[in-house]
Nanobody, 122 residues
Framework: QVQLQESGPGLVKPSQTLSLTCTVS??????????WSWIRQPPGKGLEWIGY???????YYSPSLKNRMSISRDTSKNQFTLQLYSVTPEDTAVYYC??????????????WGQGTQVTVSS
């Protein structure tokens, strides 16, 4: 069974950096044909895709966030990390990591972390 677990601070001050780590067990983040993804859900709103890092190690970001974010990985720890810079209260959301199939192999998210609440407030 694949498991994903988000971790990081639950409170971040405006203008600072939100940093979250997803720890994966049951599969390697280098396994072919998976995207390791970050998704968020602001209060009262739907899910918003943030970005992902391919099994090959290349990141890809939402056009609306790409100028102030990065996704990286540590294969020795089987972890991948989200950094979102210059945050505002509008970045308050539940943040999820998830595994996505390559689009050429059906797409979709088959495993999710439980989500972690991040509040941006002074």
């Amino acid at each position: 069974q694949v498991q994903l677990q988000e971790s990081g601070p639950g409170l971040v001050k405006p203008s600072q950096t939100l940093s979250l780590t997803c720890t994966v067990s049951g599969d390697s983040i280098t396994t072919n044909f998976y995207y390791w993804s970050w998704i968020r859900q602001p209060p009262g709103k739907g899910l918003e895709w943030i970005g992902y890092i391919y099994y090959s190690g290349s990141p890809y970001y939402s056009p609306s966030l790409k100028n102030r974010m990065s996704i990286s990985r540590d294969t020795s720890k089987n972890q991948f990390t989200l950094q979102l810079y210059s945050v505002t209260p509008e970045d308050t959301a539940v943040y999820y990591c998830a595994r996505k199939l390559h689009n050429n192999y059906g797409g979709g998210y088959d495993y999710w972390g439980q989500g972690t609440q991040v509040t941006v407030s002074s």
